[in-house]
């Protein structure tokens, strides 16, 4: 079977001030074109289908046309992403029809969705697509604590009854690994019926090792964001369908042993994010966006065969090219800026003294110029010592404040109130 992973499309988003939604419209005509084209039995999307968890009523309808549109040539699995509200993303009565599945519940980690191949499709083994949510440590510590304790293991003095386990750390490695094992054992079992079939896990994640853009929203929950890699490995699952970073990428998963039988199916798993089918910021101007087309019968299976070709990168349309450009402004209204007329742009302007009606005259030249900033050559120097980056943990950013003004650093019991504050935000700005 052949599947289509795509994750992150951020409906109803902008691009500093550009409504995006037409664009974002004409991508999902060609995931459409794709599927249809393509022989897809499946497509997957890994999360942040929207941009905010209330989103604008027009993407909420280009998302419900879009699944429908889908949803006639293939099965579509669909899971809410850090951004999405889980609740309102899982009611869809317009898209609730056989073949499509929205899939936003804790309770549900362990059970997969099994795809059969379509009719008129190339066929080949059935497919377990277990779909998880957006794992969010507050939440899902305590929806998923009944695995705290070893896999099997019976109530006793160190192992409390279930449902009055305690709950799991507060980290996204300890919630996604309790994911993972309701995975493997529901895998394990499932496979001792049917050894062929395959198996698909969808994860919205940051995974270590991963490289992050500047439009990922940070999920740092006591001061770590990412989940090891090994947590996908040794449960015999064949592809991990990654969505939260918005760069594609592979993510190489080791090989993990985990000692109980039925659970290794031969080698690690097959790990990428799909990334987002559009640019959301200056930093992914050198990405080269796409979807990814994965065929598991090449992929999956103990005899080997050529991982490579088993999945293929399809180029996303792009609607108009992210450039930047520095320098004086004589220069850039020159020959020097003729290539970027059409660009979506961040113009850097490097003269000494700030040119009069400077907005106006980079406009008039560049259209489409979303960014415009003056910069002197000697600031240029000057900026040098104190740059805080987009990647720099929040809560060092305010450490060194605290320090600057009060002459030493925070205490541990200071660094903890920072920390809540930033964490209180970040979950107003969720909820937002
Ligand atoms: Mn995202």
């Known amino acids: ?38 022989g897809v039995d499946a497509v997957v999307v890994a999360g942040d289908v929207y941009d905010r ?26 899971t809410p992403g850090n951004h999405d509200s889980a609740i309102r993303l899982g009611f869809g009565d317009r898209v609730m029809r ?9 309770v549900d980690v362990g059970t997969p969705v099994t795809l059969t191949p379509r009719a008129g499709s190339r066929g080949g083994a059935p497919v377990l697509v277990y779909a998880l949510p957006y794992l969010d440590p507050d939440t899902a510590r305590h929806a998923l604590a009944d695995d705290a ?10 192992v409390p009854a279930r449902g009055a386990r305690a709950p799991l750390a507060r980290s996204h490695e300890a ?24 198996a698909v896990v969808v994860g919205h994640a940051f995974v270590v090792g991963g490289l992050a853009s500047e439009s990922e929203r940070d999920i740092r929950v006591g001061g770590v964001d990412a989940v090891p890699a090994a947590t996908f490995g040794g449960w015999g699952v064949d592809y991990v369908a990654l969505g939260h970073l918005h760069g594609p990428q592979r993510v190489t998963v080791p090989d993990v042993s985990r000692g109980t039988p039925g659970h290794d199916h031969g080698r690690a798993p097959v790990a990428r994010y799909s990334g987002s ?9 050198h990405q080269r966006k796409s979807t990814t087309l994965v065929d598991l019968d090449a992929l999956g299976g103990r005899a080997g065969g050529d991982r490579d070709a088993a999945v293929e990168l399809v180029p996303a349309p792009v609607p108009r090219r992210l450039a930047e450009v520095t320098g004086t402004l004589d220069d850039l209204l020159g020959a020097a800026g003729e290539p970027h007329v059409d660009d979506w742009l961040r113009v850097v302007v490097t003269d000494a003294v700030r040119p009069a009606e400077l907005y106006a005259r980079v406009r008039a030249r560049f259209p489409h110029a979303l960014q415009v900033t003056h910069r002197p050559p000697r600031v240029a120097e000057r900026e040098v010592v104190t740059a805080v980056g987009p990647g720099r943990d929040p809560l060092d950013v305010a450490r060194d404040f605290v320090e600057h003004v009060a002459g ?5 019991a200071e660094v903890a109130v920072l920390r809540e504050a930033f964490e209180l935000a970040l979950a107003e700005e969720r909820s937002a």
């Open 98 to 106: 056989p073949g499509v599945h929205l899939r936003a519940r804790l």
């Open 175 to 198: 919630v996604m690994g309790a994911a993972m094992r309701r995975v493997g054992v529901d895998l394990a079992r499932r496979r001792a019926q049917d050894p062929a079939a395959r």
């Open 53 to 78: 968890a209330i989103p604008p009523v027009d993407a909420v309808s280009l998302l419900s046309d879009t699944v429908a549109r889908l949803a006639e040539h293939a099965h579509v699995v669909v």
């Open 408 to 412: 030493h650093a925070p205490s541990d």
């Open 149 to 158: 304790g070893p896999v099997g293991a019976e109530p006793g003095p160190d």
């Open 1 to 38: 079977m052949r599947i289509l992973h795509t994750s992150d499309w951020h409906l109803g988003r902008t691009l500093h001030g550009v409504d995006l939604l037409e664009h974002q419209a004409a991508h999902l005509d060609h995931l459409v074109e794709l599927t249809r084209t393509e």
């Open 277 to 285: 089918p559009l640019a959301f910021s200056f930093s992914e101007l």
